[in-house]
């Protein structure tokens, strides 16, 4: 059983478009989270949710945002797509502080 | 602003080699540090975690060090294999304010051993 699963693994779509990449976590962790990795490999932190409150980097543009339908999911919504938004997106969960585990990732390319 | 720096960028080894990835970070006000591996095209797989208040920590032929107070990480493989080909990835977690679960990553140093 995958510990943490997105879906989809690619996703090609055309500019000004919304999309949403879903996650989902067994592991029972409070804690889940979204990192973005750019064309150079360089992972950065996008948004961490808990039960309690969401924390997002302030770097990130509002047309991205985090819906969480229950404890185990928390899926990325993105509008208006840009061709910039292009990148590998991995979603990841822990309990707070501990070690993360992270999902395989979903390839966007805007187009 | 904490910033994590990882060096060197590429390093290439031959088999059966012992060898030392660095890890440095701005801000020492950290609550732990992870170091992880990414295969290309996969995800991230954690391989040590160091609270603030460890040395070290050991996993198999891993070794992690943490100096917190130089701000610097080292994570030490002993007899590599090629199986060890992949880019490690080091990683603070802030030990205050509201996002303390969330990880600053280096840019990761890819290491490549030759059989």
């Known amino acids: 059983d995958t510990a943490v699963s997105q879906t989809p693994k690619y996703l090609v779509t055309q500019m000004g478009n919304d999309k949403s990449i879903k996650c989902e976590q067994n592991?029972?962790?409070?804690?889940m989270y979204w990192y973005k990795q750019d064309s150079k490999k360089f992972l950065k932190i996008m948004f961490s949710?808990?039960?309690?409150?969401?924390?997002i980097n302030e770097t990130v543009p509002n047309r991205f945002s985090p819906k969480s339908p229950d404890k185990a999911h928390l899926n990325l919504h993105i509008n208006s797509l840009e061709l910039g938004d292009s990148a590998v997106y991995f979603c990841?969960?822990?309990?707070?502080?501990?070690?993360?585990?992270f999902g395989a990732g979903t390839r966007l390319s805007v187009l | 602003k904490q910033e994590v720096t990882q060096i060197p960028a590429a390093l290439s080894v031959p088999e059966g080699e012992n060898l030392v990835l660095n890890c440095s970070f701005t801000d020492s006000a950290i609550y732990n540090l992870q170091w992880f591996r990414q295969d290309p095209g996969k995800g991230l797989t954690s391989l040590l975690l160091?609270?603030?208040?460890?040395r070290e920590q050991t996993s198999g032929r891993l070794n992690a060090s943490l100096d917190k107070s130089s701000g610097r990480s080292t994570l030490y493989i002993a007899a590599s294999q090629p199986g060890d080909s992949a880019t490690y990835l080091c990683?603070?977690?802030?030990?205050?304010?509201?996002?303390?679960?969330?990880?600053?990553f280096g840019k990761g140093t890819k290491l490549s051993v030759k059989p």
């Open positions: 990841a969960s822990s309990q707070v502080r501990r070690i993360q585990y």
């Open positions: 949710y808990n039960n309690k409150e969401l924390i």
């Open positions: 160091i609270q603030s208040s460890q």
């Open positions: 990683a603070v977690s802030r030990s205050y304010g509201g996002s303390q679960g969330n990880l600053i």
């Open positions: 592991l029972g962790h409070d804690t």
